[in-house]
């Protein structure tokens, strides 16, 4: 199960804006793809809800993770989106 450790790096934290605009980059990838923070529970992250539900913030810590062993290249796209300032997407 590939896993990538990212950072949330918009200034609002992932709030509806954002989180609509990653649910949306995340259900481009044609895999099943989950968030976490470290030590909690996943979520989906093609669901805008679901990822409000997390409140994460600027600065906080997740994991990405997929059980498809070829989503290696999404999870890297979505981290590094998560290093962004999604409100402009």
Same mark, same amino acid.
């Given at each position: 199960? /590939? #896993?990538? =450790? !990212?950072t949330? *790096?918009?200034?609002?934290? &992932? =709030? %509806?804006? /954002?989180?609509? %605009?990653? %649910?949306? !980059?995340? !259900?481009?990838?044609? =895999? ?9 529970? /996943?979520?989906?992250? +093609? +669901?805008?809800?679901?990822?409000? +539900? &997390? ?10 993770a +997929? $059980?498809? $062993?070829?989503?290696? /290249?999404?999870?890297?796209?979505l %981290?590094? *989106? &998560?290093?962004? #300032? *999604? $409100?402009?997407?």
């Open positions: 199960m /590939p #896993e990538r =450790h !990212a949330v *790096l918009c200034s609002q934290g &992932l =709030h %509806a804006r /954002p989180a609509a %605009a990653f %649910a949306r !980059a995340a !259900a481009k990838s044609g =895999h099943r793809i989950t968030l976490r923070r470290t030590g909690g529970d /996943p979520v989906s992250v +093609s +669901s805008t809800l679901m990822l409000m +539900s &997390l409140g994460l913030k600027e600065g906080e810590e997740v994991v990405l +997929s $059980d498809d $062993d070829t989503a290696g /290249p999404e999870l890297d796209r %981290a590094a *989106l &998560l290093a962004t #300032e *999604l $409100d402009g997407q």
